[in-house]
């Protein structure tokens, strides 16, 4: 068994939480709080990575991810 570092985004609106994984492109959920969207990207992620493993792809894992919120004045 491997272990992957991957990062995750996640996004609250007024319907809820998104999330996705920006190494693994097409890796995206949804759930109506914090922990069901957390639990619900592990399990994208997870079935994303064996799928990618069957299929002889490579996956991509960041050295660094950084993420911030830049207010802009117009």
């Not at 890796?27 to 799928?51: F, P, R, S, W």
Request: hydrophobic share 35%.
């Amino acid at each position: 068994m491997k272990n992957f570092k991957l990062s995750v985004v996640i996004e609250k609106d007024k319907d809820g939480y998104y999330a996705f994984c920006p190494e693994l492109q097409g890796c995206y959920t949804q759930g109506d709080d914090y922990e069901e969207v957390l639990k619900n990207i592990y399990d994208a992620m997870k079935l994303h990575i064996k799928d990618r493993i069957i299929n002889g792809e490579k996956i991509f894992q960041s050295e660094m991810t950084s993420l911030t919120q830049i207010e802009v004045a117009v």
